[in-house]
């Protein structure tokens, strides 16, 4: 069983900044990529970023140059940064690993957190 741990979020001014954790624990053999989607109400959910195992980092055009995703792969942890955020940054932020068990390949998502850009 894999547990995906979210924390961080909030209520932010426009132009403030937040940063996101994800955290992954439990039984796998490997841990490849890991990112952050994110869905606003009445919207589709879209991919923020993605980190994969090998180094390669991929952004949504819309974030590209304000938000920022690292990884400790010693601690199975992401993180997102997120600067000069706007309001239409507000939605709830969810994270997602990519493992392979014992069982095969699987993802496994986190419970989600709010964020909120506004004056």
């Known amino acids: 069983q894999v547990q995906v741990v979210e924390s961080g979020g909030g209520l932010v001014q426009p132009g403030g900044s937040l940063k996101l954790s994800c955290a992954a624990s439990g039984t796998f053999v490997n841990l490849y990529n890991m990112g952050w989607y994110r869905q606003a109400p009445g919207q589709q959910r879209e991919l923020v970023a993605t980190?994969?195992?090998?180094?390669?980092?991929q952004y949504a055009d819309s974030v590209k140059g304000r938000f920022t995703i690292a990884r400790d792969n010693y601690k199975n942890t992401a993180y997102l940064q997120m600067n000069s955020l706007k309001p239409d940054d507000t939605a709830v932020y969810y994270c997602?690993?990519?493992?392979?068990?014992?069982?095969?390949?699987?993802?496994?998502w986190g419970q989600g957190t709010q964020v909120t850009v506004s004056s």
């Open positions: 997602y690993v990519n493992i392979v068990a014992d069982t095969g390949p699987a993802t496994y």
């Open positions: 980190s994969e195992l090998a180094g390669d980092k």
